[in-house]
C-alpha cells in the first residue's frame, strides 16, 4: 500500500468509529421512544400516520403477533412490487416505454427487494423506469431496512426485559426506524453525492455525437428479434458505426444512497457503484463506504446503551472489525500483486481487471469487503475477474453469514446468535450454565441460534450441489473450469445470505436462477428473522440471573477472541470442501 | 387480521413519503444547488452543443487521439447503454489471449517496455473516463506523431488533462481521455 491509501484508510476508520457513539445514542433514543432533536417536526407526521392505519402506538405485541405482522407486511409489499413490475409499460415515468417483466423476473426481483438483498438478474438502464426505480424499489430499501431494525430492536428488548411476553409494537420500530433514521441520512447523504456528480433529474435519456464514431460487430437478429446461429451455432453478425451513443439519465443519487445506508445494493445501472453517475469521484467512494458500514456499526453501540453496558456493544464491533480488518488485508496483498499469467505478458502493476481509476486499490478492495460483510451487495469493481484468493474474500465474507457489521439489524441479530452459540460452548468447557447479558442460555435460545446460524448454509449447500447436475444452472457459467464453480456457489451464497452482490459473468436471469433463487432468498431472510424473534420471546419470559464469580465476562477482549473462533470454525467447517474446489484450486493452477 | 389493516395502509403511506416526496426533495435541492452534477456533468463546447458527460468514457483508436481503457459494454466499447464489466475470471485462456492481443497493438505502435495494467485492462463500468498518467505518456510518442505536433506540447495537455488526488490524498492521479482529446481537436 502507498502512504496515500495508509492515509486514507486509517482517516476512514477513524470517521467511522467516531459516528459510532453519537449515532448509536441517537438510535438507542428512537427506538425507546425519547426525545431527540427531530421530534418537533416528526412526532407529528408520526401520529399521523399511526391514525391513518390504525396503529395503537402503546400496544405491545408478543413474539408471535410481532413476527405476524412482520411476515403480513413483506407479503403486501411484495405483492405490490410483483404486480407493479408485471404492468411496468402501462405505469408513468416510462421515458424509454421499456416492457414489463417476465413472471419469472418480476418474482425473482420482488422477492429480492422485499428480503433486503437485491440481487438483480435484470440491467437497470435497459430495463426499469423510473417509476419501477423510485417508487417500486425505492421504497423497499427503506421498509426492508427499517424491518431488520426492528426485528433486532425486538430482541435487544428480549434480553432487557424480565418476565414479560411483550417485545415493543412492529409498526412503531418500523416507522421509526424509517422516518427518524434512514430517511434524514439519506438527504444528507444524497445531496454530498449530487454534490460529487451523481445525477438525480428525471430528464430523457440523452444522445451525443460521438468524437471518433465506432465501428463494431452487431449480431444479426431474425423477424421476431431472436440472434441468428450459422450452420456451426456461432452466431451471425453484421458491421455496424455508431456514431452518437444515448447517455441514461435519472433519479440516481436518492436511490443511490438509501441503496448502501439500508445495506440493500441493487444499482440503478447494470455496472451498480462502478459505474461514473453513481459513483464518480474517490471522496463519493468513500463516503458509499461510510454510508454502508455506518448503521450497522452503529446498532452495536444501541444495542450497548440498551442493556446498559456499553462494553457489550464494542466487544461485538471489535469482533466485526477485526474479521472485516483481516480480510481486506488478504485482498488487498493479492489483487495488488497482479495476476501472474498477465505479468508474463509484460503488463505491470495491480489486477486492474473490472476495476476503476479513480478509486485507489485500497478503496476499492475496502468497498469489496464492506458490501459482502454487511448484506449491502452494491459493487465498486467487478467481482469475478478478481484474483482466486482475492475473490475468496468477498465470498467467505457473504458465507460466514454477513456478521462483518452485517445487514442493518440482519447483521447484529445473527452475530447474536453467534454470541449465544459462543457462550454456551464455553459454559460447556468450564462447566457452568450457560448466561448471557443476565439471562440463562437454554434448549430454546440455542434451537434458535442454530437454526438462524445454519439456515443460509443448508441452502447453499444443496442448492449448488443441484445446481452442478442442472444444466440449464451450470450453462450459464461464463468462465470455464473452477472458476466456473465459484460463480455459481457465490451466486448462491449471495442469496441465501441476501447479500445480492455476483460474480457477475453467471447468466441469472434463466428459471433456474430466478425461481430457485427466489426460494433460497425467501428461507435466507424469513427462517432467521422469525427464529430470532422467537428466541427474543422466550428471553422476554425469563427473569434476570445477577452475574456471579462464575459468570463469564463477555465484555472482555477475551470473548471477542473466543467469538471470532467460534465464527471461523464453523464457516471453515460448513463451507472449506466447496472453496477448496473453486477458488483454491483455481489458485493453484494460475500460479503454476 | 388485525394487522391486516397497517401493512396495506403502510406500504401506501412509505410509497408516498420514501418514493414520492424523498426523491421530489432531492431533486429539487440538486437541481437548485448543484445544477451541472445533477444533470450529468456535460461538456459543453465552443461552438454551445453538449459534447459529452466528463464522466462517461468514449471510444477512441485512431492514433492522434488518445486512447481509453478497453471496454466490456455490450454491443460496443463505451456504450453508455451497456454498462458493466468483462467478468472474465483471473485464469480464463479466452481472457488472456484478448489481453495478448491488445499489449501486441499497443507493441506494434512502439510501445517498449512495461504496459500499465489499466491501459490493457477493461475497467468495472466499461466506461470509465480516465486512464493512469503513466498510460496517457505511453501513448505521447504516438499521438505526437500522428498529428506532426511536438512531443512537449502533449506532455503539457497531458499534465493539463490529469487530475490530482482529491483533497490531497483520496484515489489516484488520473486523465481523463474525453477531455483531453477534445481539447486536441481545438472543441473545447
Given amino acids: 500500500m502507498s502512504m496515500y491509501e495508509w492515509v486514507e484508510t486509517i482517516l476512514f476508520f477513524v470517521v467511522l468509529l467516531a459516528l459510532v457513539k453519537p449515532l448509536g445514542t441517537f438510535m438507542a433514543k428512537v427506538y425507546q421512544g425519547e426525545a431527540t432533536f427531530l421530534s418537533p417536526v416528526f412526532v407529528p407526521c408520526e401520529n399521523l400516520l399511526y391514525r391513518i392505519s390504525g396503529v395503537n402506538k402503546d400496544e405491545e405485541m408478543d413474539w408471535k403477533r410481532y413476527a405476524w405482522a412482520m411476515v403480513l407486511f413483506n407479503l403486501v409489499l411484495f405483492a405490490a412490487l410483483f404486480v407493479m413490475l408485471m404492468m411496468q409499460h402501462l405505469l408513468p415515468l416510462n421515458p424509454q416505454k421499456f416492457p414489463a417483466f417476465t413472471w419469472q423476473l418480476a418474482l425473482n426481483t420482488a422477492v429480492s427487494f422485499v428480503t433486503n438483498t437485491n440481487w438483480q438478474a435484470y440491467s437497470g438502464e435497459t430495463a426499469a423506469s423510473y417509476f419501477t426505480q423510485m417508487v417500486g424499489l425505492a421504497v423497499h430499501n427503506f421498509v426492508s431496512a427499517a424491518t431488520g431494525m426492528a426485528i433486532v430492536i425486538a430482541l435487544i428488548r428480549g434480553f432487557v426485559r424480565r418476565k414479560t411476553s411483550s417485545l415493543g409494537n412492529f409498526w412503531v420500530d418500523m416507522t421509526r426506524g424509517t422516518l427518524y433514521i434512514l430517511l434524514p441520512l439519506s438527504l444528507i447523504g444524497a445531496i454530498l453525492l449530487v454534490s460529487q456528480g451523481v445525477i438525480q433529474n428525471f430528464n430523457a435519456y440523452k444522445t451525443v455525437p460521438l468524437v471518433q464514431s465506432e465501428t463494431y460487430d452487431k449480431p444479426k437478429l431474425d423477424d421476431k428479434g431472436n440472434p441468428l446461429k450459422d450452420a456451426k451455432g456461432n452466431p451471425v453478425t453484421e458491421s455496424a458505426t455508431a456514431k452518437e451513443v444515448t447517455i441514461p439519465m435519472g433519479p440516481v443519487a436518492s436511490q443511490e444512497v438509501i441503496k448502501e445506508l439500508g445495506t440493500n445494493g441493487g444499482g440503478f445501472f447494470n455496472a451498480n457503484s462502478a459505474h461514473p453517475f453513481e459513483n464518480p469521484t474517490p471522496l463519493s467512494h468513500y463516503l458509499e463506504i461510510l454510508l454502508i458500514l455506518l448503521i450497522p456499526g452503529a446498532l452495536t453501540y444501541t444495542f450497548g446503551i440498551m442493556v446498559g453496558n456499553t462494553r457489550q456493544g464494542w466487544a461485538l464491533l471489535g469482533v466485526m472489525l477485526l474479521l472485516l480488518i483481516a480480510s481486506f488485508a488478504v485482498l488487498q496483498g493479492v489483487e495488488a500483486d497482479g495476476n501472474p499469467l498477465l505479468a508474463k505478458l509484460g503488463v505491470q502493476g495491480a489486477n486492474m481487471e473490472g476495476k476503476e481509476i479513480r478509486y485507489s486499490l485500497a478503496g476499492t478492495n475496502l468497498f469489496e469487503v464492506a458490501t459482502t460483510g454487511t448484506s449491502c451487495g452494491a459493487v465498486a469493481a467487478m467481482h469475478d475477474s478478481l484474483t482466486p484468493i482475492g475473490g475468496m474474500m468477498p465470498l467467505s465474507l457473504i458465507l460466514l453469514g454477513e456478521i462483518v457489521f452485517g445487514g442493518v439489524g440482519s447483521g447484529l441479530y445473527t452475530m447474536l446468535a453467534f454470541a449465544v452459540i459462543a457462550v454456551f460452548v464455553s459454559g460447556l468447557m468450564i462447566g457452568r450454565t450457560p448466561e448471557y447479558l443476565g439471562k440463562k442460555i437454554e434448549v430454546r435460545e440455542m434451537w434458535m441460534s442454530i437454526i438462524t446460524i445454519l439456515t443460509a448454509g443448508i441452502v447453499v449447500l444443496i442448492l449448488s450441489g443441484v445446481a452442478m447436475i442442472n444444466t440449464q444452472a451450470t450453462a450459464s457459467m461464463a468462465n470455464p473450469g473452477a472458476h466456473g464453480l465459484s460463480e455459481v456457489l457465490y451466486a448462491i451464497a449471495s442469496m441465501a445470505n441476501n447479500n445480492g452482490s455476483a460474480f457477475a459473468g453467471l447468466n441469472a436471469n434463466v428459471d433456474f436462477y430466478n425461481v430457485y433463487g427466489s426460494l433460497a432468498m425467501i428461507l435466507g431472510r424469513y427462517i432467521p428473522a422469525v427464529a430470532v424473534l422467537a428466541m427474543a420471546g422466550s428471553l422476554a419470559g425469563k427473569k434476570y440471573v445477577p452475574p456471579s464469580l462464575g459468570t463469564l465476562p463477555t465484555d472482555k477482549v477475551p470473548f471477542a477472541l473466543w467469538l471470532t473462533l467460534v465464527i471461523l470454525i464453523i464457516g471453515a467447517l460448513t463451507f472449506f470442501p466447496a472453496l477448496a474446489l473453486g477458488p483454491i484450486v483455481e489458485h493453484l493452477q494460475m500460479i503454476q | ?188
Avoid: H
Avoid at chain 2, 24 to 51: D, H, M, R, Y
Avoid at chain 2, 58 to 80: E, H, V
Avoid at chain 2, 85 to 95: L, Y
Fill in chain 2, 1 to 188: 387480521m388485525k394487522e391486516i389493516r397497517p401493512a396495506i395502509l403502510m406500504l401506501i403511506l412509505f410509497t408516498v413519503i420514501c418514493g414520492g416526496i424523498y426523491p421530489a426533495v432531492v431533486t429539487g435541492i440538486a437541481q437548485a444547488v448543484f445544477p451541472k452534477q445533477a444533470n450529468g456533468s456535460f461538456i459543453t463546447g465552443k461552438s454551445g452543443k453538449e459534447l459529452g458527460s466528463t464522466l462517461i468514457g468514449q471510444p477512441f483508436s485512431d492514433p492522434k487521439y488518445f486512447w481509453p481503457r478497453p471496454s466490456a459494454a455490450t454491443d460496443f466499447g463505451y456504450n453508455p447503454m451497456g454498462s458493466g464489466g468483462s467478468n472474465s475470471g483471473p485464469t480464463n485462456p479466452d481472457f488472456i489471449k484478448t489481453v495478448k492481443d491488445r499489449v501486441k497493438t499497443l507493441r506494434d505502435t512502439g510501445v517498449t517496455g512495461a504496459i500499465p495494467a489499466d491501459l490493457v485492462l477493461a475497467s468495472a463500468s466499461g466506461l470509465d473516463p480516465q486512464i493512469s498518467p503513466e498510460s496517457a505518456m505511453l501513448q505521447v510518442a504516438r499521438v505526437a506523431k500522428a498529428r506532426g505536433v511536438s512531443e512537449d506540447m502533449l506532455v503539457k495537455a497531458v499534465a493539463q488533462a490529469t487530475e490530482g488526488r482529491q483533497i490531497g490524498f483520496l484515489g489516484e492521479p488520473r486523465v481523463n481521455v474525453l477531455s483531453l482529446n477534445l481539447s486536441l481537436d481545438g472543441l473545447k
